[in-house]
Structure formats: structure tokens, C-alpha cells
């Protein structure tokens, strides 16, 4: 039997509402959109910077079943990272079922669901809806999400699996009918998070509903032909452990990371690893993956991705410490900065040369060997670096060769 949602008696979902009178906080707008005749709402942060040119990744992220926007805002809140790194964040509303509780359908609406709310065309509409106003970089859509919010990104992996490059459920399941369905989707990465003490979510599944976490990555390993397992153990301050499985291609590239938290709960996981925390590691997974032509397009761990920052400041731009000339790449998005394979590279032994090399030849980067400035060029007819400009400081200034370059 569906569990019915009361569209007519309500254009707008009890939870909803809740988020309109709520302060949603600094820098955030609550946006409307209609969606199969209901209204339904979002939370959306645009860092500085977003209405230019440049294309910009989405992060959407999905709150617990009960829960608001709002609520996903204070347990995960992303808007550093946003300024940071410069991509659209949006936290959508779910709606109330009859018999209360605001949720998420991760499956397609079908004659005896669970639910009749389309969030996956929903979700569809938000992106489509974002893409009028912002420039988004269609390549680098990503979930988060907590509990039935993590549901939720299974859910768009598995059945929007060309929308979505990666995705970071926390304290969530997939459904288990997924696991019988591998071709015909496209690889997304996945990076999830499970405490072993969670009665909610077990980590091991509940038969017949919900499969479990390592089955989850199982399945998602195998549609990214990632067959190299490893595993290792990491120490928390709070002494729990955290067993963390990577499952990775034969190049070494990892498409699905499963972090299980011994003795952990149903939660938000309060994590260090590696001086991150989990908002920081999930990010860290996600930025590294893009959807190209239906394919997943993994940057490796000897490589450092660089996108486009919100601004073109020392606070905003990517800090790289310990790069290694010898070894390191920088790993540059070509359609993020809008130049080809060909983009041309000069070095200069401070901000002085750098500057005179751009004025006898235009080129696309150009690095300050005194500082360890790396600058982007987009000056047009313009002089100097236009609106670009820093794009990474490389901390001890290192040596910069075009070879430490690769464009995708």
C-alpha cells in the first residue's frame, strides 16, 4: 500500500514550511520550485563569485527522516567548504508523509511503494532550475546525505546514475533490490560512513529492505571495475577505531572508500583522519571524481586536482604543501578554466618576471618561483591576468615544470 502524501490537502509540506519561518542563516536563500504540482522548497549558498562564467560543482545535501533543511544545515554544514572551494550547496526539503515525518523516496514512484513523492525528478529539477542561473559544471554533481537522506543519494546513484559523479551517504543503506541491478548505470564513487552500534542503519543490512554496508560497496566497486581491495585501521582521539576499505581501479585510482566506525551509533560522525573532519574527508573524495560522457573520470592520488576558486584571493585559492616536482602532478579542469589540452605554461623567479612573460606571450598559467604562486590567465584584451588570477599557492615554492601539468 502506498503511504499517501497529502498533496491536496497541502501545497506545501508541513516541513517546509518550517524552513521558511526558520532562520536559515548567513549567505543561505530558501527557494521555491513546483515539482508534479506541489510546491517544494530548498536551501541554496552560492559562494562569491558564482553568477560568472565559470562552471561550478553541486553538492546537495540530504537531511534524516523527520528532519529539516535546516536541521541538515546545523548537523552538516558545508558553507566553508562552499567559499573554499567554490561550488554550489543545496540542501532540499522533503516531504511529509500523511502520517507525519518528512522523508525521501530514493526509488522511482511505482504502484506499491513506499511513497508517491517523485524526489528523484524532484532533485532533477533543482539542477535543472540551477543550471538557468549559475554556470554548472554538469561533470561534478554530488550527494550527501544523513540516514534516509543518505537513502537518498543511493538512490540517485543507482537510478540518476548519469546525473550524479559521486556520493557520500553517512548512517545510511541502500536498498538491497539494487544489488541485483548493475548494467545499464553508469560508475559513481562512493565514500560512506557506518557506526557498528547503529540499530537504525545496522552496518550489516536488514533482509529483505536495506543491504548492507559492505555489500553496498561491493556492488558499487564492481559497476566502476574498482577489484583492488585494501584495508587499513585508523586510531581516533575519542578511541574508537575506524576500519576504512578502498576498493580501486588496476591504475590505483579509488572509486569507493567505506569507512566503519566501531562502537559508533546513528550519527554524524565526529572523525578525524588525517586532520580532517568528515564534511573535509567526504569533500576531499567527492572533488576528486567527475562524470565524463557516462564515465568516471578518477584524478589519482599522486595528483592534485585544481578547479577554478570563488575568488582569485590567497584565503580562497587551494594551498599545496609537500609537492614533489619529481613525482607530483597538478591536475587541472580544462572546461572549469576554459582552455584545452594545449594551454600554454612560463615560469618566472618572481611576481615581477611572471607578469613580463604574460605580457610577450599569452600565456593560459604562469607560476612565481618566489613565492610558489600559481596564476591563471584569462585577461581577454585586458591587461594583466584579466578576472583570473591566483589559482594555488604551492607552499616552499617549489620547482613547477609544464611536465607537472595535466589537463582533463
Do not use: C
Not at 26 to 52: D, E, F, M, T, W
Not at 82 to 108: A, C, M, T
Not at 275 to 292: M, Y
Amino acid at each position: 500500500m502506498f503511504l499517501q502524501l497529502n498533496h491536496h490537502l497541502r501545497s506545501q509540506s508541513d516541513a517546509a514550511k518550517k524552513v521558511v519561518k526558520s532562520s536559515v542563516g548567513k549567505g543561505l536563500v530558501q527557494k521555491q520550485i513546483i515539482h508534479n504540482k506541489v510546491n517544494r522548497s530548498y536551501l541554496l549558498y552560492a559562494p562569491s563569485g558564482a553568477s560568472g562564467k565559470k562552471k561550478l560543482p553541486i553538492v546537495l545535501n540530504f537531511h534524516g527522516f523527520g528532519a529539516t533543511a535546516v536541521d541538515q544545515l546545523h548537523l552538516s554544514d558545508w558553507r566553508s567548504l562552499s567559499d573554499r572551494h567554490g561550488f554550489i550547496l543545496v540542501y532540499p526539503q522533503g516531504l511529509e508523509l500523511e502520517k507525519g515525518g518528512s522523508h525521501w523516496n530514493p526509488n522511482p514512484v511505482s504502484e506499491g511503494g513506499k511513497s508517491t513523492s517523485d524526489d528523484l525528478g524532484f532533485v532533477k529539477k533543482i539542477v535543472k532550475q540551477l543550471s538557468k542561473r549559475f554556470a554548472v559544471d554538469a561533470a561534478r554533481i554530488y550527494a550527501v546525505g544523513y540516514s534516509n537522506g543518505a537513502g537518498m543519494a543511493f538512490g540517485l546513484a543507482q537510478h540518476a546514475s548519469e546525473l550524479v559523479a559521486a556520493i557520500a551517504p553517512v548512517s545510511g543503506l541502500m536498498n538491497d533490490k539494487n544489488l541485483s541491478t548493475v548494467s545499464g548505470i553508469s560508475p559513481v564513487g562512493l565514500i560512506s560512513f557506518n557506526g557498528t552500534a547503529d540499530w537504525l542503519r545496522p552496518v550489516g543490512g536488514i533482509q529483505g529492505y536495506l543491504a548492507s554496508a559492505e555489500d553496498a560497496s561491493r556492488h558499487w566497486a564492481q559497476i566502476n571495475d574498482s577489484s583492488r581491495v585494501n584495508s587499513k585501521w585508523l586510531q581516533q582521539d575519542s578511541k574508537k577505531i575506524i576500519k576504512r576499505t578502498t576498493f580501486s581501479r588496476d591504475d590505483g585510482t579509488a572509486t569507493v572508500q567505506q569507512h566503519i566506525i566501531y562502537g559508533a551509533g546513528h550519527d554524524w560522525f565526529d572523525l578525524k583522519v588525517g586532520g580532517k573532519n568528515i564534511n573535509q574527508l567526504a569533500w576531499r573524495f567527492l572533488s576528486r571524481l567527475r562524470k565524463k560522457n557516462r564515465s568516471l573520470v578518477s584524478v589519482r592520488s599522486d595528483s592534485i586536482g585544481l578547479h577554478p576558486p570563488s575568488q582569485f584571493k590567497p584565503d580562497f585559492v587551494d594551498k599545496i604543501i609537500n609537492f614533489r616536482s619529481s613525482r607530483d602532478v597538478l591536475v587541472i579542469d580544462s572546461d572549469g578554466f576554459g582552455v584545452d589540452n594545449l594551454a600554454t605554461f612560463a615560469t618566472g623567479r618572481n611576481l615581477k618576471v611572471v607578469k613580463k612573460q604574460l605580457a610577450k606571450q599569452d600565456f593560459n598559467f604562469l607560476y612565481d618561483q618566489s613565492r610558489g604562486g600559481l596564476y591563471f590567465n584569462e585577461n581577454g584584451s585586458d591587461d594583466g591576468f584579466g578576472d583570473g588570477g591566483m589559482i594555488a599557492i604551492l607552499k616552499g615554492a617549489p620547482s613547477l615544470m609544464a611536465a607537472n601539468l595535466r589537463f582533463i
